[in-house]
Nanobody, 125 residues
């Protein structure tokens, strides 16, 4: 397994931007499919975005498509989520996840075996 630590969350006005980062330990980072999930109060954790092992393929939930961008740097063992045009409904705890799934879109929590501790994103209206 890989250990994951997120950073970059915070408080932002609607329409603003934030960039989340996830640092991974281990020498096998480049072999993992990486994703971001989020969980709002009282709601289930939902998939947000995925990037494949090479970084060449990305997938997004419809709710964030065109506003969020996921990327990875295998040389630095990091994955990032650039969030633009933020909305109050984007408020949630955001989690970084690593898994072996060969798929990219509409993934489930069970597709991933390693998780970070989460970082809070709050968007004010």
């Amino acid at each position: 397994q890989v250990q994951l630590v997120e950073s970059g969350g915070g408080l932002v006005q609607a329409g603003g931007s934030l960039r989340l980062s996830c640092a991974a330990s281990g020498r096998t980072f480049s072999t993992y499919t990486m994703a971001w999930f989020r969980q709002a109060p009282g709601k289930e954790r939902e998939w947000v975005a995925t990037v494949n092992w090479s970084g060449l393929s990305t997938y997004y939930a419809d709710s964030v498509k065109g506003r969020f961008s996921i990327s990875r740097d295998n040389g630095k063992n990091t994955v990032s989520l650039q969030m633009n045009s933020l909305k109050p409904e984007d408020t949630a705890v955001y989690y970084c996840a690593a898994g072996r799934t060969p798929y990219g879109g509409n993934l489930q929590q069970t597709d991933f075996g390693s998780w970070g501790q989460g970082t809070q994103v709050t968007v004010l209206s």
